[in-house]
C-alpha cells in the first residue's frame, strides 16, 4: 500500500531548504554574471576550466550536468570572447582541451569575489564549528547519494 503524500513544512524540510539555498545562490550568480554581460552559465564553465586547466569538453559536461552541444555553445561564446580557447589533444586529436585565457582574469577575479562573499556570510551564519559541521555532512550526503546507482550509472538493482 503507498502511503498518502502529506503536507511538508517547507521551512523545516532540508530538502527544500537546501534547493532554496541553492536557488538564491544561483539567483545571485545570475544577476552578478549579467553586470559583466554574461551567464551564470558561461561563469560556471570559466570556474570549471580555473580548476581543471587542459579538461575535455566531454568531461566538463558530466561535471556540470548538462549535454555536450550546450557545453560546446557555451565554450563557443566564451572563445569569441577571448576568454577560452580549445586545444587538440596531443595523443587524441579528436579531443578538445580546454584553457583559460589571460583574458578571462577580471572574469574569475568577480567569480572568486563572488564565492568569497557567499562563503563570508555562510561563515558570519553559522560560525566556524557549525560550518565545519556543515561542510562535512555535505560532503557525506554528497558521497551517500552518489553511490545511489540511478546517479551512478551502474544499473544493478541494489542488493
Request: charged fraction near 35%; aromatic fraction near 4%; hydrophobic fraction near 40%.
Amino acid at each position: 500500500m503507498v502511503k498518502p503524500v502529506t503536507a511538508v513544512d517547507v521551512e523545516s524540510d532540508p530538502l527544500f531548504l537546501l534547493y532554496d539555498v541553492a536557488r538564491l545562490i544561483r539567483l545571485r550568480a545570475d544577476q552578478r554574471a549579467r553586470l559583466m554581460d554574461m551567464t551564470r552559465a558561461q561563469w560556471v564553465i570559466l570556474a570549471w576550466l580555473e580548476l581543471r586547466p587542459g579538461i575535455s569538453q566531454t568531461e566538463l559536461a558530466e561535471l556540470v550536468d548538462v549535454e555536450p552541444i550546450t557545453v560546446a555553445r557555451l565554450v563557443d561564446r566564451l572563445e569569441s570572447r577571448g576568454l577560452v580557447e580549445r586545444r587538440h589533444d596531443p595523443s587524441d586529436r579528436r579531443v578538445r582541451r580546454l584553457h583559460v585565457l589571460d583574458a578571462a582574469e577580471p572574469v574569475l577575479t568577480e567569480i572568486r569575489a563572488y564565492r568569497a562573499d557567499v562563503n563570508d556570510r555562510v561563515a558570519k551564519q553559522l560560525g566556524p564549528k557549525t560550518l565545519q559541521t556543515l561542510t562535512r555532512s555535505l560532503r557525506s550526503i554528497k558521497e551517500e547519494l552518489a553511490r545511489d546507482p540511478l546517479v551512478s550509472g551502474n544499473s544493478e538493482k541494489p542488493a
